[in-house]
Structure formats: C-alpha cells, structure tokens
C-alpha cells in the first residue's frame, strides 16, 4: 500500500498546504468539470438530436402532401385517360395543388440540414412538374407506370428524410412506433389505396377487366392487407408502450380498417366481380376518402401524439439539463466550502502549535498548548504538553536540589569556619605546651635544686595535660562533625549530579526533536520553493516551524550549558569534598593520637608526684621522656596546622559549592513551572 501511494506522499510532502489543498482542488474541479462536461454534452446531444426529429416531421408533412397530391393526380390522369373527361378539370386541379405542394416542400428543404435531401428531390421534382404538364398527353398505362414510378422514388426519399432527420433512429419505444409508420406503414397505404383507386377508376370508366386486371388488383389487394396489418401492428406497440395513447389510437385504427374494407369490397365487386355499376368519379371518391381518413388519422392523431411525445423529451432533456447544472453548483459550492473547512481548520490546529511551543521556547512550562480539533494534530499536542509536564517535574526537582545544595553548603561553610576557629585555638595550645616542655627540659637540670617546688610542677603538668587531652577530645568530635557534614554534601552534590545527567538526557531528546523538527521545517521550505508561487504560502508555516525548532534547540543548548557546568561543579566539588574527607579523617587521627600522648603525659604527671622521692633517679628517665614530649608537641603543632589548612580549604569548596548552587538557582529561575 506504501508503494501505491509513495509517490503522491512524496510531492505532497514538497507542497506547503496551500498548495497541497490547491492541487488536491485543482483535480476534483478538473475531473467534476469533465463529468460536468460529459453530461451536458450528452444532454446537448439528446436536445439536438430530438429537435432535428421535430424539424424532420414537419418535413415529413410536407412530403406527406407531395406524396399524396401526386397519387391523387396519378388516379385522375388514369381516370381521364381511360375515357372519362368529366375527371380534366380535376386533374388541373391536381396539378396546381401539386405545384403548390413542391414549391412548400422547396422551402422547407432550404435549411443546411437538409441538404443531402436536395439531389434526390429535384430529380423528383423535375419528373413531377412534366407528369403535371405533359402527363394526359402519354398512354394511360405509360402514365400510371411513370406516376407509380415516380412515387415509388418519393416513397424511398421519405425514408430518406426518416434517416437525415433522426425519426428512424428514435430511441423511445412510443414514439417510435408512431414515427416508423409515418416513415413506412401510412406513405405505402397512401401508395397502395392510391394504385387500386387508380387502377380501379380507369378499369370502370373503360367497363371491362382482362384477366391480368383482375390479377393485378388481386395483388394490389393483398399488398394493401400487408400494409394495414403492418400499421395495425405498430399503433398497437405504441399503446402498449404508452397507455395514454391506447384509446385513440385504437379508435383510429378501426376508422381506417372499416375503410379500408369499404373501399377492398367496392374493389372486388366492380373489378372481380366484374359489375361495374359504379360511376368512375363515385371510386375515385370513394378511394379518396379512405386515403383522407388515413390521411387525417396521419395529420391528426398519429403526427400529434408523435409531436407530443417529442415536445415532452425535449422539455424533459431541459429541464434534466437545468437541474443537473444546479446540483452540480450546488455541490461543487459544498465541496468548496467544506474544502476550506478543512484547510482553515488545519492551518488554525498549525498556529495553536507554534503558540504552544513558542511559549515554551521563552521557558513557560505552565503553559499548555490548547488545541480545539479532535484529529491526529491533537495527539501532537497532547505529546508536546506531556513534554511540557514533564520538563517541568524536572526542573522544579532541579530546583529543590539547587535549595538543598545552597543550604548543606551554608551548613558546611559554618561549620567548617567553627573547626577552623577551633584549629586555631589547638595550634596556640600546641604553642603555649612546646614551650612549656621546652622550660620543663631546660629545668630538669635544677630539679635537684627545686625539688621542693616539684610538686607544683606536676600538679601543673597533670592540669595541662587534662586540658590538653579535653582540648583533643573536643577536636576529634570536631573533625568527626566535619566529615559528617563534609559526607552529606559529597552526597548532595552526588545526587546532584546525578539529576543534571538526566537533565542532559531530557535536552538531548528535546535537542533530537528540535533537529528533527528543523528538518522537516527545511524540507517544506525547499519543496514549497520549488513550487514557486503556489508554494508561498506553506512556505511561511514551514519558515514559521523552523524558526520554532531553532529557539528550540538554542534554549536546549543554554540549558546543556548550564547542566555542564553544573556537572563540572558538582565533580569539583565532590573532588574537594573527598580530599577534605581524607584530610579531616587523618586529622581525626593525628588527633586521636595526640590525646593519647596527652593522656600519657597526665600519667606521667601523676608518676611524678608519686615518685618525687625518686625524681633524682628518674631524672634521665625524665629527660627522654621530655625530649619525647616535646617530640610530639612539635607534632601536634604540625598537625594542628594542617588541620587548618584542610578546613580552610574546606571551606572555600563549600564557599565555592554555595556560589554554584546559587547560579544554578539563578539560571533556573527563568523557567516558570
């Protein structure tokens, strides 16, 4: 399914929506306007094609009465040329109404639609005009054969006009089976009522029948059945087709057939029977008013309904043709109007987006994108504002690590100020104990001569011994505190840590959308420049998004800034953190080993005014362990200095730890959570 519609994504993708949509328009109207286009051509068509059929049947009347008056002068010659002179003046008659007839069909054939009639008709018309002139002056068979032969031909040119004028080709079955017998059925009754009126009329007016004149009229009569069945036939398909049409046309048809039979008895009794009672001009009459009653069922019932039906398809076709316009507009202005629904609805889905995102490029977590469509976008917008939510959780949880930061940092700060207090204090003890060991070893040698104020000088050296090992004692808690809260910042700058690692990991997500993001942005761009004016105006949304991503990936790029030196930070500061570590724990033992000496001393002290009486013997005793006193003093005068020097350093990393706490607090500020 990929594969199918690849290649539609693919340039649907180049094209900004604008063009998308306009392309999309572009097609539907295009293939709506060939439909539209089909079907008013084939409605055209119909229209043309009926309107010729309704031009054809006037022709076709004028045909009729070509046809007609050319019988009827055919009947007359016969008539006069069979001995009765009381038919001439009907014959000049004839020839007249003839003439008139020609010169109406003439006028009718000089519409250009009609001219492939016009050869064949003059070549009618020209034997027409010398039958009408010259006609009495051949034989009464030479006559009637030319006059029969000459209808025949305008029976042949009014099928003619059935197929240059579309009545032959009509595709109703009701008019059809009107316009066939008009075509066929009524001009050959004509013929035959007209050759057996003939035929009879001068068979009377001679008073005598051959044998081969009773066979033609037999065969005229036999003809004349096959044509009246015929038309029989097609008026009765044409009310089956039409029931409207069923009553007149039945009572037309039995009209003609009592006619007819009226006119085949007058026939078979005069010539077959051979009575010949009849007056000529009596037949001729009679076979006159039979070819009038088809005639007048041709001009009055058959022709009307035809005309009828053709008038009804005609307003049927234009009033299809009117209505198919108008639902066509009326869709087409739907399908418009709904078209540009769509678009303004995507285009407003766009812009909530880029608000949404806008506001939080500037650092605005509080804001959520309120998006008004229920489509695919709005799953967009829910994902930008669950991003939204959880940057920020996380900042407000960097925020409360960079609080917490601050604080420890405050705390290690003064406590690291109170063991450096305390370090200083140690250190002038240290001092004031070198010097007094110092005098102690100077008056060894007088011992002897102060024996007496020995006593005084141990209770004085057990005294200071005492405070020196409190002095100790109170350090080492020191040191231990130090470390602790020494400890609980290394762990807090940890955790830190930890959590501007996952900051990072967040910025580089939102880094990869933003990138992402400016791609797509650019790809827009690039097919929106390639579609040139079209294009213009997806190219400002796609320019719009771009612009989003890049303030995007800037602010991803301020926020990986402040988490690296966050991170930089908070290693220096653990770094710091573990050397002062180490630092206060060989303090704490340097400590832990001074106020054992201390206590040493105090013991010794103590041995020293229980042994005054022995102090002459314990003098070298004395003098080493004095040496040895002193020995540590120096030491622990060493140690106390370092142990200054590491909780000044101390506190500077705590100092340090505070000031990055507080721009990490600072830097953060500028997002509103």
């Not at 005309?307 to 043709?321: F, I, K, N, P, T």
């Not at 209770?459 to 020196?468: F, I, P, Q, V, Y």
């Not at 650019?522 to 400002?540: M, T």
């Amino acid at each position: 399914m990929d594969v199918l519609f690849r290649p539609v994504i693919v340039l649907l993708d180049r094209l900004r929506y604008p063009y998308k949509f306009a392309l999309i328009g572009f097609v539907s109207v295009a293939a709506s306007v060939a439909l539209l286009a089909q079907i008013y051509i084939g409605l055209s068509q119909d229209i043309e094609f009926t309107e010729r059929e309704v031009a054809g049947l006037t022709l076709l009347d004028r045909g009729f009465a070509v046809l007609v008056t050319s019988q009827q002068h055919r009947g007359l010659s016969a008539g006069v040329l069979g001995g009765s002179d009381a038919l001439r003046p009907k014959v000049a008659e004839r020839a007249a109404a003839l003439a008139d007839a020609m010169a109406k069909l003439d006028a009718e054939l000089a519409a250009p639609q009609w001219a492939p009639l016009r050869g064949s008709w003059e070549d009618i018309r020209g034997r027409l005009q010398r039958l009408a002139s010259n006609g009495l002056s051949m034989s009464a068979p030479d006559n009637f054969r030319e006059h029969t032969a000459v209808i025949e031909r305008m029976l042949s040119w009014i099928g003619d006009v059935g197929d240059v004028s579309n009545l032959a080709l009509d595709p109703e079955g009701d008019s059809y089976n009107l316009i066939d017998p008009m075509l066929h059925a009524l001009p050959e009754m004509t013929e035959r009522l007209g050759r057996l009126r003939g035929r009879t009329t001068g068979l009377i007016a001679r008073g005598s029948a051959e044998r081969e004149d009773q066979f033609a009229i037999v065969a005229q009569l036999a003809e004349l059945a096959q044509t009246s069945a015929q038309l029989n036939d097609r008026l009765h398909r044409a009310g089956r087709e039409n029931a409207t049409l069923r009553d007149t046309l039945g009572a037309a048809t039995v009209e003609i057939d009592t006619a007819v039979k009226r006119l085949r008895d007058a026939a078979t009794s005069q010539v077959l029977e051979q009575r010949f009672s009849m007056q000529p001009s009596a037949f001729f009459d009679l076979g006159t008013e039979t070819i009038d009653i088809v005639l007048r069922h041709q001009r009055d019932t058959v022709k009307p309904a035809a005309e009828r039906l053709l008038a009804d398809r005609l307003a049927g076709l234009h009033a299809a043709m009117v209505r198919d316009a108008v639902l066509s507009a009326i869709a087409l202005l739907i399908a418009a109007y709904l078209f540009m629904g769509v678009y303004f609805s995507i285009l407003r889905s766009v812009r909530e987006l880029s608000r949404g995102a806008q506001q939080f490029a500037k650092g605005d977590y509080r804001t959520r994108v309120s998006f008004s469509a229920q489509d695919e976008l709005r799953e967009v917008a829910d994902r930008f504002n669950a991003m939204a939510h959880d940057v920020a959780e996380l900042i407000r949880e960097i925020q409360h690590g960079a609080e917490q930061v601050g604080t420890s940092s405050a705390e290690v700060s003064t406590a690291a100020h109170r063991v450096a207090a305390g370090s200083d204090t140690q250190s002038e003890a240290a001092s004031g104990m070198a010097a007094a060991v110092e005098e102690m070893t100077v008056g060894i040698d007088e011992i002897s001569r102060h024996a007496g104020t020995a006593q005084t000088l141990a209770e004085r050296s057990e005294k200071l011994s005492t405070d020196g090992g409190e002095v100790m004692k109170r350090t080492v808690d020191e040191m231990e505190r130090i470390a602790a809260a020494v400890n609980a910042s290394a762990a807090t700058i940890g955790e830190l840590g930890h959590k501007a690692h996952h900051i990072s990991a967040m910025v580089d997500a939102i880094r990869e959308i933003a990138d992402q993001t400016n791609l797509l942005a650019l790809n827009a761009a690039i097919e929106a420049a390639r579609a040139g004016e079209s294009g213009r105006g997806f190219a400002v949304v796609a320019d719009e998004v771009r612009k989003l991503a890049e303030r995007t990936a800037r602010a991803t790029e301020e926020i990986t800034e402040m988490v690296g030196s966050i991170q930089q930070g908070t290693e220096k500061a653990v770094a710091s953190m573990e050397a002062g570590v180490s630092r206060v724990r060989d303090g704490a033992t340097l400590t832990t080993q001074a106020g054992q000496s201390m206590g040493e001393i105090r013991d010794g002290a103590r041995e020293v005014l229980q042994a005054v009486s022995d102090i002459s013997l314990a003098l070298r005793e004395q003098s080493s362990a004095s040496a040895d006193i002193a020995r540590n003093v120096e030491r622990i005068a060493q140690m106390a200095e370092e142990n200054s020097s590491a909780v000044r350093d101390t506190a500077e990393i705590a100092s340090t730890l505070q000031s990055l706490a507080g721009e990490l607090e600072r830097k953060v500020e500028r997002f509103k959570v």
